[in-house]
């Protein structure tokens, strides 16, 4: 099991442009959780979906918005790039369970370093 | 507001020394409280979690509640506990968590 798998490693943009991010969450698990880490920062929690819908929101604009799939793989979709939005963005994968909150353990992928210029 | 403080950026110790990595933290329920630590290279992985009361490659951390904090402790550093630790909190009630923004631990030789 490669664990938690994102895609692309690195990405450039240009402000005001719309970015896509991939993750695949590990083999067994069906809750996907995004987090937004800028430099010596730690993450900051985006969103959380699960059985593909996003169950809780953290304090994030609109323009941050996600998806996930029925094969539990997520996208994190931000439009209107600013700068401020340079960042490391990871996704880390545990186990929900239907109507209970339950923090399961999380699992991180390495992440995506996006760049806006 | 519920936040995460981690005071210390950077703190180096020397191998076999004590460790204390401090985390307070500022909520008003009963959270649940977490270390994350990332290794060079590696992933953010937890560490533990404070409700399975464990001890992890010797690390242990105490909940107190009327402190509101939850300081890592390790009584002999080795070389290989250097890494970036973040403490985590997550509100009772809530799927999100909460991150301080970290203290990376030297262990000199």
């Known amino acids: 099991d490669a664990g938690v798998t994102q895609s692309p490693t690195h990405l450039i943009k240009t402000r005001g442009q719309q970015v896509t991010l991939r993750c695949s969450p590990k083999s067994g698990h069906d809750t996907v959780s995004w987090y937004q880490q800028a430099l010596g920062q730690g993450p900051q929690f985006i969103f959380q979906y699960y059985e593909e819908e996003e169950r809780q929101r953290g304090n994030f604009p609109d323009r941050f918005s996600g998806h996930q799939f029925p094969n539990y793989s997520s996208e994190l979709n931000v439009n209107a790039l600013l700068l401020g939005d340079s960042a490391l963005y990871l996704c880390?994968?545990?186990?929900?369970?239907?109507?209970?909150?339950?923090?399961?353990?999380?699992?991180f992928g390495p992440g995506t370093r996006l760049t806006v210029l | 507001a519920q936040r995460v403080t981690q005071p210390e950026k950077l703190l180096s110790v020397f191998k076999g020394a004590p460790v204390e990595l401090k985390c307070n933290y500022s909520y008003s329920g009963s959270p649940e409280l977490f270390w994350y630590v990332q290794y060079s290279r590696q992933r953010l992985q937890l560490l533990l979690r404070h409700i399975s009361r464990e001890s992890i490659k010797g690390f242990t951390a105490d909940l107190n509640k009327g402190e509101t904090s939850f300081h890592l402790k390790k009584p002999f550093a080795q070389e290989e506990d250097s890494a970036m630790y973040y403490c985590a909190l997550s509100p009772s009630g809530t799927y999100k968590y909460i991150f301080g923004t970290g203290t990376r631990l030297k262990v000199l030789a």
């Open positions: 880390a994968s545990s186990f929900g369970l239907a109507g209970v909150v339950y923090t399961d353990t999380q699992y």
